[in-house]
């Protein structure tokens, strides 16, 4: 995520961008967790104590909305992924953990041609094996 870059398409859209909405960006920068919307609020709050868990989930909607996350759904809850350039996932089905997969490591064939997508692979992590 280049955070410059975000917030220029948060100015463009007619955002302000406030102590908290910056927190939610400075959090989500280089995190390669897929972290949750609580996750993002409890590590958030402990910069700004004031934010709300509606302040967060409107920004993570906003920051989807300029194409700046992916929101994925993970095990009956939503991820957040600041990594929104072409790539796959591999989850763990016994404890969640979603790890990034370059794109280039995979290679789809539909109809006899490569397609561009996201697919996700299912298998235990090294904590859960």
């Known amino acids: 995520m280049n955070v ?19 927190a ?11 972290p949750t919307a609580g996750e993002i609020f409890e590590a958030v709050t402990k910069d700004f104590p004031i934010t709300s868990r509606a ?13 700046a996350v992916k929101a994925l759904p993970v095990q ?12 796959h996932h591999l989850s763990c089905p016994s404890c969640g ?16 041609s490569p397609t561009v997508g996201e697919v996700r692979f299912t298998a235990r992590c090294p904590a859960c094996s």
Do not use: I, S
């Not at 953990?97 to 006899?112: N, Y």
């Open 4 to 22: 410059a870059l975000v917030e220029e398409k948060l100015r463009t859209a007619g955002c302000t961008l406030t102590p908290q909405r910056r």
């Open 24 to 34: 939610v960006l400075r959090f989500l920068d280089g995190n390669l967790d897929h």
């Open 55 to 67: 302040t967060v989930y409107n920004t993570l909607a906003l920051l989807e909305e300029v194409g």
């Open 76 to 87: 009956g809850e939503t991820r957040y992924d600041p990594n929104v350039d072409a790539h």
């Open 97 to 112: 953990r979603l790890d990034d997969v370059p794109a280039e490591a995979v290679t789809v064939l539909l109809h006899g």
